[in-house]
């Protein structure tokens, strides 16, 4: 039985970190050009205009962090041409997160959250949900990512790129550069994974064009001097042929881009035109314009047997040349204690999202706008602020602690803007909650002995100082409580009197708010206009 021809899916993309060497905001308008050459919305408006011109062309993006700022910039004619390429299934989405997240030093709910947050524009917007995994760039993959935020949310399948050099050669060598991952031994779920069987997520150099891209053109015109076409076919075509010999069967995914490629969209598309139309005409292979989603139907159509995967692919061995003395000894794991106090303010930043949205619920308050018109923390409003700073710090390069101090600074100021507007909501919920009009603040430089709320309202003997203690878990837990004091430096002597108003010293979970605060001094709690400003303590 003759050999089939292999059919080569072409993915156009562009890998856009939401920040790493520049900003997020740099990244998105092209500013900082020393630094490095990146313009998200110059990609974006490039390659919609580059799309609809020619019904066959695609593109595959995944980072909402820019899609939807960019969006939501866009006249109604504009967005009306983007919502067709999206029916079109040119504009292809994957992943759906804010971000592509790290996946070794989250939490899960984190991973959760910024997916959902957005995934939820695109099911609003478009009325499409992502069903592929799309981690180009994070260092090292794990089975809870492959199991919990692939397989349970329904996707059919999850490319990366990142493995260690030493496995990625014995799977090129066994052709198993692709598998089922069975990540979960109580779950008993599984994946299609794939390794890019390029090894990156980067075309080969030679096909890369404009801004930082080097390659020459595909000169096809025999009229004109310097024809290159018939080396660039022979190149893909041998390139093509080694890679189907790391995978099974006679579909190649072939990635054509990189690290924000395609700023101008027509030089990429115009030469990868010339390249599919003249490897077709060659006849060894078969060459078209294709997405993830596409390949992994063709995958699945071909009805192979796969190898198991169990475990994880995390840490990672960087891969270096033998005559450079290194291979085997640079790990991808020093990001996981790499810049502790952002990876601190993360998650304390997620937990307390999860704590307001628990307030925000619990008071019945007005829900918040949609995120696409709400996420900067310069001028939003409610959590989203929040969401959106939460997301972005999971982004790899983020909380990993690989992005420059500068980058860094402004991970921490989105978190910092965020988690003020989140006070706003929670102040609201408890005045609700207790039907008070005091102002509720929160102590927040408790770790250098300050709480400005106490110095502020407790000058003399007999003034008063409210504080709650709120527990956001479903089960009591036992916690040390730190309570601000002042001290009356004529007399020496404390100036507040503690009293607790939780009974038996426990603060039960307000999941189930049948408790909430009462005390054998109930009249103490009640709160009145009149009243101090009062303090609250999160454990």
């Given at each position: 039985?003759?050999?089939?021809?292999?059919?080569?899916?072409i993915?156009?993309?562009?890998?856009m970190?939401v920040?790493?060497?520049?900003?997020?905001?740099?990244c998105?308008y092209?500013a900082?050009?020393?630094?490095?050459?990146?313009g998200?919305?110059?990609?974006?408006d490039?390659?919609?205009?580059?799309l609809?011109i020619?019904?066959?062309?695609?593109?595959?993006?995944?980072?909402?962090?820019?899609?939807?700022?960019?969006y939501?910039?866009?006249s109604?004619?504009k967005?009306e041409?983007?919502k067709?390429?999206?029916?079109?299934?040119?504009l292809v989405?994957?992943?759906?997160?804010w971000?592509?997240?790290d996946e070794?030093?989250?939490h899960?709910?984190?991973m959760?959250?910024?997916t959902t947050?957005?995934?939820q524009?695109?099911k609003?917007e478009?009325d499409?949900?992502?069903?592929?995994g799309?981690?180009?760039?994070?260092?090292?993959?794990?089975?809870?990512?492959?199991?919990?935020l692939t397989?349970?949310?329904?996707f059919?399948a999850f490319y990366?790129a990142?493995?260690?050099?030493?496995?990625?050669?014995?799977?090129?060598?066994?052709?198993k550069?692709?598998?089922?991952w069975?990540?979960?031994?109580?779950?008993?779920?599984?994946?299609?994974?794939g390794a890019?069987?390029?090894?990156?997520?980067?075309?080969?150099?030679?096909?890369g064009?404009?801004?930082?891209?080097?390659?020459e053109?595909?000169?096809?015109?025999q009229m004109?001097?310097?024809?290159?076409?018939?080396?660039?076919?022979?190149?893909f075509?041998?390139s093509?042929?080694?890679y189907?010999?790391?995978?099974?069967?006679?579909?190649v995914?072939?990635?054509?881009?990189?690290?924000?490629?395609?700023?101008?969209a027509?030089?990429?598309?115009?030469?990868v035109d010339?390249?599919?139309?003249a490897?077709?005409a060659?006849?060894?292979?078969f060459?078209?314009y294709?997405?993830?989603?596409?390949?992994t139907?063709?995958k699945?159509?071909?009805?192979?047997?796969?190898?198991?995967?169990t475990d994880?692919?995390?840490?990672?061995?960087?891969?270096w040349?033998?005559e450079?003395?290194?291979?085997g000894?640079?790990?991808?794991?020093?990001?996981?204690?790499?810049?502790?106090?952002?990876?601190?303010?993360?998650?304390?930043?997620?937990?307390y999202?999860q704590?307001?949205?628990?307030?925000?619920?619990?008071?019945?308050?007005?829900?918040?706008?949609?995120?696409?018109?709400?996420?900067s923390?310069?001028?939003?409003?409610?959590?989203?602020?929040?969401?959106?700073?939460?997301a972005?710090?999971?982004?790899?390069d983020?909380?990993?602690?690989?992005?420059?101090?500068?980058?860094?600074?402004?991970?921490?100021k989105?978190?910092?803007?965020?988690?003020?507007?989140a006070?706003?909501?929670?102040?609201?919920?408890?005045?609700?909650?207790?039907?008070?009009?005091s102002?509720?603040l929160?102590?927040?430089?408790?770790n250098?002995?300050i709480?400005?709320?106490a110095?502020?309202?407790?000058?003399?003997?007999g003034?008063?100082?409210?504080?709650i203690?709120?527990?956001?878990?479903?089960y009591?837990?036992?916690?040390?409580?730190?309570?601000?004091?002042?001290v009356?430096?004529?007399t020496?002597?404390?100036?507040?009197?503690v009293?607790?108003?939780s009974?038996?010293?426990?603060?039960?979970?307000?999941?189930?708010?049948?408790?909430g605060w009462?005390?054998?001094?109930q009249?103490?709690?009640?709160?009145?206009s009149?009243?101090?400003?009062?303090?609250?303590?999160?454990?």
């Open positions: 039985m003759p050999k089939l021809k292999i059919n080569v899916h993915i156009p993309h562009s890998h970190d920040g790493w060497l520049k900003t997020v905001d740099q998105y092209g900082n050009g020393t630094i490095q050459k990146a998200c919305q110059y990609i974006l490039s390659v919609v205009a580059a609809n020619d019904p066959t062309r695609k593109f595959t993006y995944a980072e909402q962090a820019f899609f939807q700022r960019w939501e910039e866009q109604t004619s967005k041409v983007v067709q390429l999206v029916k079109n299934k040119q989405f994957v992943d759906g997160g971000a592509q997240h070794g030093c989250l899960f709910t984190t959760i959250d910024q947050f957005g995934t524009f695109l609003d478009f499409v949900i992502p069903t592929i799309w981690h180009l760039d994070p260092f090292g993959h794990t089975s809870t990512q492959a199991s919990l397989a349970e949310v329904g059919d990366f990142r493995i260690d050099y030493q496995d990625r050669i014995e799977r090129r060598k066994n052709g550069m692709e598998m089922l069975r990540a979960s031994p109580s779950l008993k779920n599984e994946i299609f994974s890019f069987v390029q090894g990156a997520y980067c075309s080969p150099p030679v096909f064009w404009g801004g930082a891209f080097d390659g053109p595909i000169m096809n015109n004109l001097e310097d024809e290159n076409i018939q080396a660039k076919v022979d190149f075509v041998s093509v042929q080694e189907a010999t790391y995978s099974q069967g006679e579909n995914m072939y990635m054509m881009g990189c690290d924000y490629a395609y700023e101008n027509f030089e990429w598309y115009n030469n010339r390249l599919i139309s490897v077709n060659d006849g060894r292979v060459a078209k294709s997405d993830a989603v596409t390949y139907q063709e699945h159509q071909e009805n192979l047997t796969w190898s198991i995967k994880d692919f995390i840490p990672c061995a960087q891969d040349t033998e450079s003395g290194l291979r000894h640079m790990y991808w794991s020093g990001y996981f204690t790499s810049r502790p106090t952002l990876k601190y303010y993360q998650r304390y930043s997620s937990n999202l704590t307001a949205r628990q307030l925000q619920a619990w008071a019945y308050l007005k829900p918040d706008p949609k995120p696409s018109i709400s996420w923390p310069l001028n939003g409003q409610g959590l989203n602020p929040l969401s959106a700073a939460v972005l710090v999971s982004h790899h983020a909380v990993t602690g690989t992005a420059r101090q500068h980058v860094t600074n402004d991970y921490a989105h978190l910092s803007l965020g988690n003020d507007l006070d706003v909501v929670v102040n609201e919920a408890f005045s609700k909650l207790t039907e008070s009009s102002t509720f929160i102590c927040k430089k408790l250098v002995s709480c400005e709320p110095t502020n309202s407790l000058k003399k003997i003034d008063t100082l409210y504080m203690a709120y527990n956001p878990l479903g009591k837990r036992s916690e040390n409580i730190r309570v601000p004091t002042v009356n430096h004529e020496n002597e404390l100036v507040p009197k009293t607790l108003l009974k038996n010293n426990i603060v039960s979970s307000s999941l189930l708010p049948a408790t009462a005390s054998e001094k009249e103490a709690a009640s709160f009145s009149e009243s101090a400003p009062s303090v609250i303590v999160f454990n």
